[in-house]
């Protein structure tokens, strides 16, 4: 699996007229941003940790709304035969639950591998604000590698993607549990 370049939206410039202290910009740096994006990354691969210690494949996933996580997800679709319970899923239907609404506007998804179709597919319809995925998937993943479900142009809700963060870690987890299956 290889790391991905960030594909974000560039910050609007300011006009010749703003003043710097009146601007409507995000205060935080690129860098900050990184910085904490690595970090919700960090609780992403602890959710891994544990679908691996479940015997499932290890894949994470956390919601994250006004700086606080709102869902938390791991692959469980073996332990509970269900072909759905992928990490990504679980932690928007418990984030959803959280903040008391199916759409997740105003959150962030952070998780450890590019997601499915399936994934991809709910992130629209929960209008997630931001995702932020770790590795690439170049046999299943629906936002670059395989095929580009989010920001589809016939789609009327676009998503801000940032990847690769973390990716080598990402990428690590699941092809050592690959390699130990063997």
Not at 20 to 45: C, F, I, N, R, Y
Not at 48 to 71: F, H, K, T, W, Y
């Amino acid at each position: 699996m290889r790391g991905g370049a960030s594909s974000r939206v560039p910050a609007q410039k300011p006009s010749a007229g703003d003043h710097p202290k009146t601007q409507d910009l995000d205060p935080k740096t690129a860098a900050d941003e990184l910085h904490s994006d690595e970090l919700w990354m960090e609780e992403a691969l602890r959710s891994a940790q544990r679908a691996l210690e479940a015997g499932e494949v290890p894949v994470g996933a956390v919601v994250v709304c006004d700086g606080r996580i709102v869902g938390r997800g791991w692959n469980r679709n073996i332990a509970g035969s269900d072909p759905t319970a992928h990490a990504e899923i679980i932690a928007l239907r418990e984030a959803a639950a959280a903040v008391d609404n199916h759409r997740l506007e105003d959150c962030e998804l952070f998780v450890t591998i590019e997601p499915c179709a399936m994934c991809a597919g709910a992130m629209v319809h929960a209008r997630i604000r931001r995702l932020v995925y770790g590795a690439d998937d170049p046999k299943a993943g629906a936002v670059r590698s395989v095929m580009a479900v989010l920001n589809h142009p016939q789609l009327n809700h676009k998503v801000e993607i940032r990847s690769g963060v973390l990716a080598g870690r990402s990428a690590e987890v699941l092809q050592t549990f690959f390699r130990n299956r063997r």
